[in-house]
Structure formats: structure tokens, C-alpha cells
Nanobody
Framework: QMRLVESGGGLVLAGGSLRLSCAASGRTYGSYAMGWFRQAPGKEREFVAAITRSGGNTVYRDSVKGRFTISRDNAKNTVYLQMNGLKPEDTAVYYC????????????????WGQGTQVTVSS
């Protein structure tokens, strides 16, 4: 299992930007697809974005397409989520996760999770 540590969350005005980072431990980081999920108070944890092992393919939930970009640096064992044009409805705790599959969007397909970082967007 991999240890994941998120950072970069905070409070931002609507329309602003944040860049989340997720540092992974372990020499097998490059063997895992990576994903970002989020959970707002009282709601289920939902998929946000995912990226393949090589970084060559990505997938996003519809509501963040064109605003969020997932990327990874396998030399640094880090995955990023660049969030632009933030909206109040993006407010949530954001989690990164690792999957042994080529790519995944379902929670059950991710075996390692970080502790999360809070993102708050004020209107």
C-alpha cells in the first residue's frame, strides 16, 4: 500500500485558482493510476479526475471539465490538480488516491487514499 499526502488546499474567492499536490511514497508509484476525489459535508465522496500511469490519458467529471487539470510527475512521485475558475460548489475535502488499474473512476478501484485537504470557495 502506498502512503499519500495532499497539500495545497485553502480558502479562495469564486473565480480563483488553487493547485493541489499529492506526494506518494514507494518505489512503485509509476505503476499506479492516480485519481482525485472530493467530499462535501453531508454528501458522498465523488470522483473528480484521474490519470493513467504514464500521464498520457486523463478523465474528468463533467462539472470540472475545462476548469480542472490533473497531471503527474513520476520523477517526483507527485500528482497535481490545477483548479481554475473555482465555484462555491467546488467546496469540499479533496482526496488523492492510487489504483492498480490502468485507469479508474470508481472509489472501490482505488486501494490507497490520502487524508485529504480542505478547499473552500467563497462567493
Amino acid at each position: 500500500q502506498m502512503r499519500l499526502v495532499e497539500s495545497g488546499g485553502g480558502l479562495v474567492l469564486a473565480g480563483g485558482s488553487l493547485r493541489l499536490s499529492c506526494a506518494a511514497s514507494g518505489r512503485t508509484y509509476g505503476s499506479y493510476a492516480m485519481g482525485w476525489f472530493r467530499q462535501a459535508p453531508g454528501k458522498e465522496r465523488e470522483f473528480v479526475a484521474a490519470i493513467t500511469r504514464s500521464g498520457g490519458n486523463t478523465v474528468y467529471r463533467d462539472s470540472v471539465k475545462g476548469r480542472f487539470t490533473i497531471s503527474r510527475d513520476n520523477a517526483k512521485n507527485t500528482v497535481y490538480l490545477q483548479m481554475n475558475g473555482l465555484k462555491p460548489e467546488d467546496t469540499a475535502v479533496y482526496y488523492c488516491a492510487a489504483s492498480p488499474l490502468p485507469i479508474a473512476t470508481v472509489k472501490a478501484d482505488f486501494g490507497s487514499w490520502g487524508q485529504g485537504t480542505q478547499v473552500t470557495v467563497s462567493s
